[in-house]
């Protein structure tokens, strides 16, 4: 069975970079019909994209978040990772990882997700 | 890339039909055929149940349904059930990038 784990630290301070991991387990990460995303919710409100990364390594962000994001992939741990620079307590939320069906334009996989807090 | 607009709550009684619409302000939402709708309960992950506008996958209750027209995506809920009580995102892909509904919180009365 297949399985998303995010991990990373809880809390972050203000202007420092968030950085989370999401292990796949149960497949092999490196396989070209996937692409993985990262994507939040902050407390009582909706979802947001952030962006995605193909194993091959190509990546696309969300255009409002594009100039602190960093996804990268790690094939021989099976781990994808995000960082995202200069948080302000508008980045508190939970944190998901995500797999894109393959051959569909849908996300079929979900991490539990990962509460991070910016704050000092 | 189109920004998409939900209501923000509905509900219904158990046994019943309802509809949450998710609407395109703009740009290629209209042509889009991979939309998606996402069933979330409290505390958990985010749930497909529809994809590519009309599709259920493997699992799902059949009383899901989904349509479009034009640049409004709807998602029906049939013979309405306690469970079904949760938040509802609808989403597309375009251009590269994805984006979410704001959400509909279902209420079943």
């Known amino acids: 069975q297949v399985q998303l784990q995010e991990s990373g630290p809880g809390l972050v301070k203000p202007s420092q970079t968030l950085s989370l991991t999401c292990t796949v387990s149960?497949?092999?990460?490196?396989?070209?019909?996937?692409?993985w995303s990262w994507i939040r919710q902050p407390a009582g409100k909706g979802l947001e994209w952030i962006g995605r990364?193909?194993?091959?390594?190509?990546?696309n962000y969300n255009p409002s978040l594009k100039s602190r994001v960093t996804i990268s992939v790690d094939t021989s741990k099976n781990q994808f990772f995000l960082e995202l620079s200069s948080v302000t307590a508008a980045d508190t939320a939970v944190y998901y990882c995500?797999?894109?069906?393959?051959?569909?334009?849908?996300?079929?996989?979900w991490g539990r997700g990962t509460l991070v807090t910016v704050s000092s | 890339q189109s920004a998409l607009t939900q209501p923000a709550s509905v509900s219904g009684s158990p046994g019943q039909s309802i509809t949450i619409s998710c609407t395109g302000i703009s740009g290629d939402f209209g042509s889009s055929k991979f939309v998606s709708w996402f069933q979330q309960h409290p505390g958990k992950a985010p749930k497909v149940m529809i994809y590519?506008?009309?599709n259920r996958p493997s699992g799902v209750s059949n009383r899901f349904s989904g349509s479009k027209s034009g640049n409004t995506a709807s998602l029906t809920i049939s013979g309405l059930q306690a469970d079904d009580e949760a938040d509802y995102y609808c989403s597309y892909t375009g251009s590269n990038t994805w984006v979410f509904g704001g959400g509909t919180k279902l209420t079943v009365l």
């Open positions: 590519d506008v009309s």
């Open positions: 990364i193909y194993t091959r390594g190509s990546t």
């Open positions: 149960g497949d092999s990460i490196n396989n070209n019909n996937y692409y």
């Open positions: 995500a797999r894109k069906s393959p051959g569909y334009w849908y996300f079929d996989l």
